[in-house]
């Protein structure tokens, strides 16, 4: 099976005046169908720009990136974009919600652009913002909701096109814990129910330990991307005596 993204030896630098800045040196990493991924490391070791890459919103300097198997340096923008749009859903840290679109348009958006009728439209995100508990809030401005309503308002638009692939750049940021900890169950409940693809770049630690695969980063490169595998030990009577967990992979 193809997998949903191929990174292969990915670098990006960046132009800061005449100086180059390289964000990631030299980035392999390969994200399956129903993966649960947290990418963590501390400010400034490239998970923001990885995230990007993941997503189709950039591309490397140098190696590549497959997006469900096109490569996405050799795609016109126009098609990238169109990829981004059916397969990759994004939850950005800073909302990127439209200021003069109810919460419901914001959700609407991404269907437009593949040409989905309006009730349909409206249905769908209608249905999504109840998931998140925000169906009260549909008429309201993004200046009308608080910072954690606006996330989920974020999490409900990348959710609407049914993505293969969903991507969070710390989406329990703007969230109190209980609504952090419902948000977190709802794309686990879609990453085991539907086998989306979960890549969340996150600095809690507790967010993290949810994940069933850790990847690390540190000054532009992975240093470790291990799995974490269950394992329950059964008593001697046959009961379940408890469960541990195990990391492998490499460092």
Not at 21 to 45: D, I, M
Not at 66 to 76: F, H, R, S, V
Not at 220 to 236: E, F, K
């Amino acid at each position: 099976m193809t997998p949903a993204i191929e990174v292969r030896q990915a670098t990006r630098e960046h132009r800061v005046g005449q100086t180059a800045v390289v964000a990631l040196r030299g980035v392999s990493l390969t994200l399956h169908r129903g993966e649960h991924v947290a990418v963590v490391g501390p400010s400034g070791s490239g998970k923001s720009t990885l995230l990007q890459l993941l997503g189709g919103l950039d591309r490397p300097t140098a190696g590549s990136v497959l997006i469900d198997g096109q490569d996405t340096a050799e795609l016109p923008q126009a098609e990238l974009a169109r990829i981004r749009n059916r397969v990759v859903g994004f939850v950005f840290q800073g909302f990127h919600l439209q200021p003069r679109a109810s919460a419901l348009d914001n959700v609407a958006l991404p269907l437009v652009y593949q040409g989905v009728r309006r009730a349909e439209r409206r249905r769908r995100a209608a249905d999504l913002l109840d998931r998140v508990g925000l169906a009260d809030r549909a008429r309201h401005l993004p200046g009308q909701l608080s910072g954690g309503e606006q996330q989920r308002v974020a999490v409900a638009r990348a959710l609407v096109t049914g993505p293969t692939v969903l991507l969070a750049d710390e989406p329990t940021g703007n969230l109190d814990s209980v609504t952090g900890e419902r948000l977190l169950d709802l794309l686990a409940g879609l990453n085991a129910e539907h086998r989306v693809a979960l890549a969340i770049v996150t600095h809690d630690h507790e967010v993290a330990a949810r994940a069933r695969r850790q990847i690390v980063m540190r000054d532009g490169r992975i240093v470790s991307d291990s799995h974490i595998v269950s394992d329950s030990r059964i008593a001697g009577d046959g009961r379940i005596a408890g469960d541990t967990a195990r990391r492998t992979g490499r460092a």
